[in-house]
């Protein structure tokens, strides 16, 4: 905008221009009407307080149904897909819980039975081990000569016995 312009207008001029005088706004027509019936609907507290499946009954005996009654109604017959797929994703995510459970407890019962394998690998190499030195030849001929008091009998002491 120029100077020019802005001099013409004036901000005040152009606000109250807008505007109605007060005493017009106030000259609303109001019509009496004796025999009019006053819906009221009823509240939401009174809504949800409401046993299951009853219907409110208004001050001019007009029975509204539950919200409740509403809600699940809504939900089996305009939302029947949309509930149908959430119950299908929640079994869904309950199924994939289920299966990382059970896949850990599997693999900790393989962690420990690999565990227990080492283990007795261990006890069967060392009773391997146990068994070679025990049955060392020149061990045992020590033994026998030193605490059994063995010695090698002599050729003419041998004594042959032939089997049928």
């Known amino acids: 905008m120029t100077k020019k312009t802005r001099k013409l207008i004036k901000p005040k001029q152009a ?26 609907k009823p509240s939401i507290k009174e809504l949800i ?5 009853e219907r409110i009954e208004t001050p001019d005996h007009e029975q509204i ?4 009654v509403h809600i699940v109604r809504d939900l089996f017959t305009a939302g029947r897909i949309p509930m149908f797929l959430l ?6 995510a309950m199924s994939v819980v289920l299966t990382t459970h059970l896949t ?3 693999i ?12 007795l690998d261990d006890e069967w190499r060392n009773l391997i081990i146990e068994e070679n030195s025990l049955s060392e030849h020149s061990r045992v001929q020590k033994v026998a000569v030193s605490e059994l008091e063995m ?13 049928k």
Not at 108 to 119: F, I, M
């Open 108 to 119: 900790d019962h393989k962690n420990q039975a690999l565990t227990a394998r080492e283990k």
């Open 104 to 106: 850990r407890q599997a």
């Open 49 to 53: 307080t409401q046993p299951f499946g």
């Open 65 to 68: 149904p539950l919200l409740g």
């Open 151 to 163: 010695t090698r009998p002599d050729s003419d002491k041998e004594v042959l016995v032939k089997l």
């Open 87 to 92: 119950i299908i994703i929640f079994f869904s």
């Open 15 to 40: 606000v109250t221009a807008k505007r109605k005088p007060r005493a017009e706004a106030s000259k609303k027509v109001r019509v009496n009407r004796p025999f009019a019936r006053k819906r009221t």
